[in-house]
């Protein structure tokens, strides 16, 4: 099974900076990865495909890279509306696997 | 408008069995592939399960492989998943999902005596 490792798992940042979010794959995933956003009590969001396409409707602030087995989503000018868990998922092999998550929190 | 409806959880005894069901609208069922992925309380997000659109073809971790099955009735335009001999650690926000774009709201599923 492909382990994905996201890091921190917690993070916490002022309005208006810029936060990064990274996951590690236990191997190559050929891209096959995607950003989810869950805000409390709410079903998960997704927020990009392919490591770096934004789903529709998401704001450009948000983006996605990297490759092989390393993968990072940043949020530029953190806004308040962006508090909320944030998971990657590798969707290259079965079993889909995701990462542990990093909760947003604003300081 | 797509939407996903999930049904059917609840208590239930560890070793018992509960079936869920996921009525889908807005969209040609038949055409998708669909999925169930469950989130435990407080934790992180875990795939359960798929089917191929056709139902012909299904997909499980093996934390469940065995025990849950996930079925379709593309008439009804309904997924199923099946739950067989059910652990406290089944305990979880069980989610339908279209692809990675569409997911219901979910649905609780508390397997405690």
């Known amino acids: 099974d492909i382990q994905m490792t996201q890091s921190p798992a917690s993070l916490s940042a002022s309005l208006g900076e810029t936060v990064t979010i990274e996951c590690r794959a236990s191997?190559?995933?050929?891209?096959?990865l995607a950003w989810y956003q869950q805000k409390p009590g709410k079903s998960p969001q997704l927020l990009i495909y392919n490591v770096n396409t934004l789903h529709t409707g998401v704001p450009s602030r948000f983006s996605g890279c990297g490759s092989v087995t390393q993968y990072s989503l940043k949020i530029k000018s953190l806004q308040s509306e962006d508090v909320a868990s944030y998971f990657c998922q590798q969707y290259y092999d079965y079993p889909l696997t995701f990462g542990s998550g990093t909760k947003l929190e604003i300081k | 408008e797509v939407q996903l409806v999930e049904t059917g959880g609840g208590l239930v005894q560890p070793g018992r069995s509960l079936k869920l069901s996921c009525a889908a609208s807005?969209?040609?069922?038949?055409?998708?592939?669909m999925s169930w992925t469950r989130q435990a309380p407080g934790k992180g997000l875990e795939w359960v399960a798929s089917?191929?659109?056709?139902?012909?073809?299904?997909y499980y971790p093996d934390s469940v492989k065995g025990r849950f099955t996930i079925s379709r009735d593309n008439a009804q335009s309904t997924l199923y998943l099946q739950m067989n001999s059910l652990r406290s650690e089944d305990t979880a926000t069980y989610y339908c999902?279209?692809?990675?774009?569409?997911w219901g709201q979910g649905v609780v599923v508390t397997v405690s005596s």
């Open positions: 999902t279209r692809g990675a774009y569409y």
């Open positions: 089917i191929t659109p056709s139902g012909g073809t299904t």
């Open positions: 807005g969209f040609t069922f038949s055409n998708f592939w």
């Open positions: 191997e190559d995933i050929y891209n096959g």
